[in-house]
């Protein structure tokens, strides 16, 4: 069993972003710089920004953090994101999901200008993806494509068992592995909560994506022998322990199926960083595409 190790592959990205940044800011190419929207005070949601605002410090990204009280309407909302859409000065453009109940996910997505939807969730992003367009990814398949790469495993024919069918990750997953692309031209399964006999279908899969949002889901007896399984649960789970009180675990329970396994992430540093990279890859790239007045 071999892991893949998200510290190490995020760091020789993060590595070529910097250099190919030197290169783009000699030929006097602008600093990119990435707006994120937080609405709330959720400790995951911090958590997660606070990485993202602290990459693109590391990257020599600049970065600006809007932060608004739970308490915004869904209006005052879309008004924000359209002064970033008009702000030449902001290349990307990403707000913190999820929000709260009384604001429109999908609406507020959908105001992003596509040129800086450094997520990738925006209906024209995953069009593209779909169509094989360029365009942005969504960060978490894009991370998982650069995990693969790095590793040079070759996926080409494998049957793919995606479980999960999110807008974010499980969906837009399914189409990158099963593209005539490298990676890619798998052959992919997606299964999903009302899926009857799961394990019939985890079992044969050579590479397995977990995605289903449940600690520990998947077992030893779901996982063939030999398959590279992709964990990219986050959980917060009790741990007294811990000073914080809680600690991560995957959608994978990773002390019995690890053995098993040729291939398998780690949680936490496994996806997790990967996801970071693929948005900071689609922020670089969205500088780069600006169009210059
Ligand atoms: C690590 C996310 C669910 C819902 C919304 C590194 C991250 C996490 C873990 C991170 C995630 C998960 C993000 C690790 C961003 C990944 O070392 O294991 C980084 O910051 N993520 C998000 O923005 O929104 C989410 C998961």
């Known amino acids: 069993m071999q892991l893949l190790d998200g510290i190490a592959v995020s760091n020789q990205i993060k590595l070529e972003l910097k250099n190919e940044l030197i290169e783009w800011k000699a030929q006097g190419g602008k600093v990119p710089h990435l707006a994120a929207i937080l609405v709330g ?12 605002v602290k990459t693109c410090a590391e990257l020599g990204f600049e970065s600006t953090l809007l932060r608004f009280d739970t308490t915004i309407t869904e209006f005052e909302l879309l008004s924000e994101v359209e002064k970033l859409n008009l702000d030449d000065r902001v290349d990307g453009i ?17 105001a992003i200008n596509p040129d800086k939807d450094v ?16 365009g942005f990814l969504p960060a978490t398949p894009y991370g998982i494509l650069l995990m693969l790469d790095h590793y040079q495993i070759d996926i080409t024919g494998k049957h793919c068992v995606v479980v999960g069918r999110s807008n974010i990750v499980g969906k837009p997953m399914s189409v990158l592995l099963s593209r005539n692309a490298n ?17 019939a279908y985890t ?3 050579d590479v397995l994506i977990a995605a ?47 053995s098993k396994c040729s291939f398998i992430t780690p949680v936490p540093k496994g996806v997790g960083p990967m996801t970071i990279c693929g948005l900071m890859r689609n922020t670089l790239n969205a500088a780069k595409l600006k169009k210059v007045n």
């Open 41 to 52: 005070n959720n400790p995951a949601s911090e958590a997660y920004v606070g990485n993202k």
């Open 94 to 110: 990403l707000v913190q999901l999820p929000l709260p109940s009384h604001i429109s996910e999908d609406a507020v997505i959908n």
């Open 119 to 134: 997520d990738g969730f925006h209906p024209i992003s995953q069009g593209r993806m779909i169509l094989g367009q360029p």
């Open 183 to 199: 990676p890619g031209n798998a052959t992919v399964t997606i299964c999903h909560s009302k899926t009857a006999d799961l394990k």
């Open 203 to 205: 079992l044969q899969a």
């Open 212 to 258: 289903i949002g449940r600690a520990r889901f998947i077992t030893e007896p779901m996982v063939k022998a030999g398959a590279i399984v992709i964990d990219v649960g986050i959980n917060r789970v009790a741990d007294t322990s811990k000073k914080s009180g809680f600690r991560l675990v995957g959608d994978v329970d990773f002390e019995s199926v690890a």
